[in-house]
């Protein structure tokens, strides 16, 4: 035997040594238990035991003893066994007990390196300072001389053993700056702590099973804390051999990274600085700060990525179908929050669940869905099915088979629709391309144009004029496709009709209806293309009244159309016709400016009853003849709203110097005639005119008269 070490005495001795004090002089045994080491192992075999008490820890006077236990029975470090150290005097009131052991039979006793002090008092029941085993009570706790405490005195570790099998290791470590740091280990006699200070295996793991870590699995399921202050709570296989590293429990756990730590679930990894997996199963946190809460097969390999669940390893998914169903963050700020084969890569950038989706933008977003990418920059997809937003800031809503390619655009569902211009938006339904910036398509094929369509100039990027800009088209399906032809315009294709303010257009046309509605009376003229109503009076009807004719038709309520204004009738091509009581033609405006109505007069009101102030006309004569009538022709014809070719008219200067009331000016400062009350001045004109021609005439009458009788008298004088 190369050495013997005391580990430690039972407080069993100590109990039965104190009751033989305080029980008078007379014979006492007891049993005696304790453990022990030869050259650093636990001791197994017969040893022989010498105990002695004496009056002082060191030197002294032997009080009893040497008490010699012969082939006493040690198995794995333990061992039990009566003593008797016979009558002990009253006076005794301390003494400290001397123990030496040696191999069974052998030569040389070897003494433990200290003596064990024994106490009493005639009110103590135990020795203070000893420990028994049904409780302890008055100990004085601490590590200084008189004072109490469970371990060992050196820098052995202090084994605790269960059925002669190690249960629990508190040792000391050799890592100097961490030197009071010791290492813990509980559970099963095979878990293990490295020698750096406050590694700690709380509990579980077993050796009996050996398909555990290593390349192979092939290792024991002993629980391993091999970085400083590294931790093992509980269960089986797991490693913590970073400083810091925290593994709570679970099965095959592994947390390799500084400060990283699994809570517990089976075959997880943390090998990222401050790396989390919360539990699930084969989940990876391999960048610093990245996160899994758990799930399956889940990867956080980005910077602070995050992964809430879900996924699968048991699932076969990507687009050749060789690939777990995990779901993976892989660059900085990366979030899937669930779901199965989602994959977060473009920084960031985040999924909320769903199935098979990729956001591979800056900052991109997908709430969910199936089969969703993401690879604009703050490109978004709400959900559905197989959409796709790769333009920067681009949105789909949902739906199916969606895309959004173009800056800003967006579609808000459906299926097949596209978004391709910039700032452009389809609102819904199927198959709609919204080519043009800041353009609107929806309902069926409609479109509008993109820049090749449109041929739009390679600069219209400048400006997001590209292709149909700001044009909106909502198609019914009834042309496919329903394309516009340039930009900015507004157009509806809807046979069933058009309908504002009412939910009853009338079919092909627009109906604009009064504040209470539609008139369920009013049918529409044959040809009619929009309809005005008022269901307080009346309504105005657009139509095509015949072949080649447009028009404006008028009606009452409840009647078809009474009159209106047409363009181009038959009877009057390229002409304006005036229609009244039945859609008659009362009034004409030819093409050559002619006008004609079907009295063949203009009327005016005439009745005294409406006039005040009235007078006869001064000089009329004097003022008809004042005005002087002229021919010539018209510069700019047009410009004058007259034929050309010569024509006779007033100068309008002239007549302003007799009728200044007949002429006023235009805008741009043309003076114009307007001949009010011309019949009546020529006809005052005439009557004055009249008047001097009667007098005149009845003056050479009388003349006329006289020389008819002195013509009487001189041929009667003959």
Same mark, same amino acid.
């Given at each position: ?19 033989l004090?305080?029980? %008078? ?8 238990h ?34 010699l ?13 009566e003593?008797?150290?016979?009558p002990l ?10 123990? @030496?052991?040696r191999?069974?039979n ?13 106490e ?11 420990w ?5 009570? =008055? ?7 008189g ?14 053993a ?11 470590t ?5 030197? /009071? ?9 095979g ?7 406050? %590694? ?6 077993t ?26 709570a ?13 593994v709570?429990?679970g099965?095959r756990?592994?947390?390799?990274a ?5 809570? =517990? ?23 610093? $700060? ?30 050749s179908? /060789? ?25 960031s ?9 990729l956001?591979?933008g800056?900052?991109?977003?997908? %709430? ?16 559905g ?14 739906g ?16 097949? *629709? ?5 700032f ?7 198959? *709609?391309?919204?080519?043009g ?42 042309t ?28 092909? @046309? ?12 009013v ?59 039945? *859609?008659?033609? $009362?009034?004409?405006?030819?093409s ?17 009853r409406?006039? $005040? ?9 004097d ?11 018209y ?7 007259a034929?050309?070719?010569?024509r006779?008219?007033?100068i309008?200067?002239?007549?302003? @110097? ?9 805008? $741009?400062?043309? @003076?114009?005639?307007?001949?009010t ?8 004109a ?12 009845a ?20």
């Amino acid at each position: 035997m190369n050495r013997l070490l005391r580990n430690g005495l039972s407080s069993a001795m100590f109990a039965a040594l104190c009751t033989l004090q305080l029980s %008078a002089a007379h014979a006492a045994a007891f049993t005696y238990h304790g453990s022990l080491e030869d050259a650093g192992k636990p001791a197994e075999g017969a040893y022989d035991l010498e105990l002695t008490l004496y009056t002082s820890a060191q030197g002294g006077k032997a009080v009893a003893g040497p008490l010699l236990l012969h082939k006493v029975p040690v198995h794995a470090g333990s061992f039990s066994t009566e003593a008797d150290f016979g009558p002990l005097a009253k006076s005794l009131g301390q003494a400290w007990l001397e123990v @030496k052991v040696r191999p069974a039979n052998s030569n040389e006793f070897v003494a433990l390196s200290s003596r064990a002090a024994v106490e009493a008092s005639a009110s103590a029941l135990v020795c203070p300072g000893a420990w028994t085993l049904d409780g302890n009570a =008055g100990i004085t706790a601490g590590t200084g001389v008189g004072q109490n405490y469970l371990g060992t005195a050196d820098t052995q570790p202090l084994i605790i053993a269960v059925n002669g099998v190690q249960a629990g290791r508190i040792a000391p470590t050799v890592d100097l700056p961490y030197g /009071d740091a010791n290492t813990v280990i509980l559970g099963a006699a095979g878990n293990q702590v490295g020698a750096f200070g406050g %590694a700690v295996v709380s509990g579980g793991g077993t050796a009996l099973f050996n398909n555990c870590v290593g390349p192979t699995f092939d290792q024991p399921c002993v629980n391993r804390a091999s970085g400083r202050f590294a931790t093992v709570a509980g269960g089986i296989g797991s490693n913590a051999t970073a400083d810091g590293a925290t593994v709570s429990g679970g099965s095959r756990n592994t947390a390799v990274a500084y400060v990283a730590s699994i809570a =517990g679930g089976l075959g997880n990894y943390a090998s990222g600085q401050g790396a989390t997996v919360s539990g699930g199963v084969s989940n990876y946190a391999t960048n610093d $700060r990245a996160a899994v809460g758990g799930g399956e097969g889940n990867n956080a390999s980005g910077f602070a990525s995050t992964i809430g669940g879900g996924g699968s390893s048991s699932a076969i998914c990507g687009p050749s179908g /060789d690939q777990f169903c995990g779901n993976l963050a892989s660059n900085p700020y990366d979030t899937v929050a669930g779901g199965v084969d989602n994959r977060s890569f473009g920084g960031s950038s985040s999924i909320g669940g769903g199935s098979g989706n990729l956001a591979n933008g800056v900052y991109a977003t997908i %709430a969910g869905g199936n089969f969703n990418t993401a690879l604009g920059q703050s490109a978004f997809v709400g959900g559905g099915s197989n959409n796709q937003a790769p333009g920067f800031g681009a949105a789909v809503a949902g739906g199916t088979f969606n895309l959004a390619s173009g800056s800003y655009s967006n579609v808000a569902g459906g299926n097949s *629709n596209i978004a391709s211009g910039t700032f452009s938006a389809v609102g819904n339904g199927n198959s *709609n391309n919204a080519g043009g910036d800041w353009s609107w398509a929806g309902g069926f094929e409609g479109t509008t144009r993109t820049p090749a369509a449109a041929g739009s100039p390679p600069t219209c990027g400048s400006n997001n004029t590209c292709g149909d800009f700001l044009t909106f088209v909502w198609s019914d399906g009834s042309t496919l496709p329903f394309v516009s032809t340039g930009p900015q315009q507004f157009l509806v294709k809807a046979v069933g009709g058009i309908g504002l303010n009412t939910n009853k257009p009338l079919a092909n @046309k627009l109906t604009v209806a009064g504040p209470s509605g539609a008139i369920a009376s009013v049918a529409g003229a044959a040809g009619s293309i929009a309809l005005f109503e008022n269901n307080a009076s009346g309504y105005v009807e657009t139509v095509v009244p015949a072949a080649n004719e447009t028009g404006v038709l008028f009606s009452l309520v409840g009647k078809v159309a009474d009159g209106g204004v047409v363009y181009n009738a038959s009877n009057n091509l390229n002409g304006l016709s005036l229609r009244t009581n039945g *859609n008659v033609d $009362r009034m004409r405006i030819t093409s050559t400016g002619a006008t004609q109505n079907t009295t063949g007069v203009w009327t005016t009101f005439s009745d005294f009853r409406l006039k $005040r102030d009235i007078e006869a006309i001064d000089h009329p004569l004097d003022t008809y003849l004042g005005l002087h009538g002229q021919s010539f022709e018209y510069i700019d014809p047009p410009s004058a709203m007259a034929r050309p070719g010569r024509r006779m008219g007033f100068i309008a200067q002239e007549v302003e @110097k007799v009728l200044p009331q007949w002429v006023g000016e235009d805008e $741009r400062g043309y @003076k114009m005639v307007t001949p009010t009350g011309f019949e009546a001045l020529s006809v005052e004109a005439l009557r004055e005119l009249r008047a001097e021609k009667d007098g005149e005439i009845a003056v050479l009458k009388g003349k006329l008269d006289a020389l008819e009788a002195r013509l009487r008298k001189l041929e009667t004088a003959r």
